[in-house]
């Protein structure tokens, strides 16, 4: 089946999808021969947008037979702050797997796995290798790997990450911006450093990223 509907059912596609509990606003945005390109939803953070992207390719599909290229799904998810407690559920636990860095020449190389609703997630950064393109890169390889499980949903941008003396601790801190179908918005995280540079480096940025998405925490 296609994914090409009138302007009707374009608009019974929007009315449906709103009627999902976790969808506050949908829009369906199709080409002038009827072809779904953009669809673009509104939702609460009690589900993942991995799972709301599939929540959404299923009623469309069972409402209507057609097809929808998750690809073309982007999610915005109100903060968790606008639920009563009892309502935010935790829907993904990011756990790190792995961190490796390796240095070729002048390049460095970081990869991050994160295990996130049981399947792993990798993501990759290279770039020079001085002491911050190092840190950089660690963060980097982990907004890939986050940027991964989301499906394209949504896409980060490190604005910059470094490790700070507060007191008789050190900090890993981390700044990040969100991009989405609706503009921008930067968050700012942060870890101890416990084992190592590179772990509280990754925990900085998944918290950056928490502060957004509400159904992700970090171990």
Do not use: W
């Not at 020449?105 to 990869?111: E, H, L, Q, R, W």
């Not at 020079?128 to 950089?136: D, E, H, L, V």
């Amino acid at each position: 089946m296609d994914n090409v509907a009138s302007a009707a059912v374009i608009a019974e596609i929007e009315e449906v999808l709103s009627q999902v509990a976790e969808i506050k606003a949908a829009r369906v945005v199709a080409s002038s021969g009827g072809s779904i390109e953009e669809i673009h939803v509104l939702a609460l953070p009690t589900k993942s947008p991995k799972q709301l992207v599939r929540d959404i390719e299923s009623t469309i599909m069972a409402a209507f037979g057609i097809a929808v290229d998750h690809k073309v799904i982007s999610i915005a998810q109100l903060g968790a702050d606008i639920l009563p407690k009892s309502d935010v559920k935790v829907q993904a636990r990011a756990l790190i797997r792995g961190i490796t860095a390796d240095v070729s020449g002048v390049i460095a190389t970081s990869t991050v796995t994160l295990e996130l609703e049981s399947d792993l997630y990798v993501g990759k950064a290279s770039g020079p290798a001085s002491q911050t393109g190092r840190q950089r890169l660690v963060a980097q390889a982990t907004l890939n790997a986050v940027e991964d499980f989301l499906q394209g949903t949504m896409s980060f941008a490190l604005e910059d990450v470094e490790i700070v003396r507060l007191g008789r601790e050190s900090v890993a801190v981390s700044c990040v911006v969100l991009v989405t179908s609706l503009g921008e918005q930067a968050f700012s995280g942060s870890a101890l450093v416990r084992q190592n540079e590179k772990d509280s480096i990754v925990k900085a940025t998944l918290d950056a990223i928490n502060r957004r998405l509400g159904f992700l925490t970090t171990s």
